[in-house]
Nanobody, 115 residues
Framework: QVQLVESGGGLVQPGGSLRLSCAAS????????MGWYRQIRGKQRELVTT???????NYADSVKGRFTISRDNAKNMVYLQMNSLKPEDTAVYFC?????????WGQGTQVTVSS
């Protein structure tokens, strides 16, 4: 059974930082493209960033230079370091694992950026 469990969300002031973690089980993480997506209430889920099995990364323009994705295949973990957070980053953040037709999602973790 595949499980992706996000953690690290919470309330942070504008300009602050958070580090999200995604713990994967039931898959060999190194074989998957991993990603973070977010969904603002009432809107569609959108891509934040991905990292391939080879380590290539891709970022949404809105987070470039502020967010960094990383992976630790030995620990089956993926991370999202978020710096210089803005109120518009407020959303539920989801971890995703993709390989061919396999597509897995976590339950999400809420990030709220507010003073």
């Amino acid at each position: 059974q595949v499980q992706l469990v996000e953690s690290g969300g919470g309330l942070v002031q504008p300009g602050g930082s958070l580090r999200l973690s995604c713990a994967a089980s039931g898959i060999i993480l190194s074989m998957y493209t991993m990603g973070w997506y977010r969904q603002i209430r009432g809107k569609q889920r959108e891509l934040v960033t991905t990292i391939t099995s080879g380590g290539s990364t891709n970022y949404a323009d809105s987070v470039k230079g502020r967010f960094t994705i990383s992976r630790d295949n030995a620990k089956n973990m993926v991370y999202l370091q978020m710096n210089s957070l803005k109120p518009e980053d407020t959303a539920v953040y989801f971890c995703n694992a993709q390989r061919y037709t396999n597509d897995y999602w976590g339950q999400g973790t809420q990030v709220t950026v507010s003073s």
